[in-house]
Nanobody, 120 residues
Framework: VQLQASGGGLVQAGGSLRLSCAAS????????MAWHRRAPGKQRELVAG???????NYLDSVKGRFTISRDNAKNTVYLQMNSLKPEDTAVYYC???????????????WGQGTLVTVSS
């Protein structure tokens, strides 16, 4: 599985950006997808995730501002980011998790990062 992330950029505080993560395979075959971020000098953190059934979860600090969604027809997952704050500045990475039963296993795939910079 290859993931191509895009959509990062420079935006003023209060602005919006939409990140896209395009998968090389049908995301119907992917159990879960997520966006993570790593800010300068900080550890990577999970920002938002979405299961194959559409169940979502969010980092507390982005709840109500960010929305993760998936378009199965386009094999793409999106992260809509509104009301951006300077503390959202980070490199954002998309992740796909595939669970197999034969053999039993769980595999993680990562896209390249896309930089989001929010100016104050």
């Amino acid at each position: 599985v290859q993931l191509q992330a895009s959509g990062g950029g420079l935006v003023q505080a209060g602005g919006s950006l939409r990140l896209s993560c395009a998968a090389s395979v049908s995301i119907d075959s992917i159990n879960g997808m997520a966006w993570h971020r790593r800010a300068p000098g900080k550890q990577r953190e999970l920002v938002a995730g979405i299961s194959s059934g559409g169940i979502t979860n969010y980092l507390d600090s982005v709840k109500g501002r960010f929305t993760i969604s998936r378009d199965n027809a386009k094999n793409t997952v999106y992260l809509q980011m509104n009301s951006l704050k300077p503390e959202d500045t980070a490199v954002y990475y998309c992740e796909a998790v595939v669970v197999t039963t034969t053999p039993v296993g769980e595999y993680e795939y990562w896209g390249q990062g896309t930089l989001v910079t929010v100016s104050s």
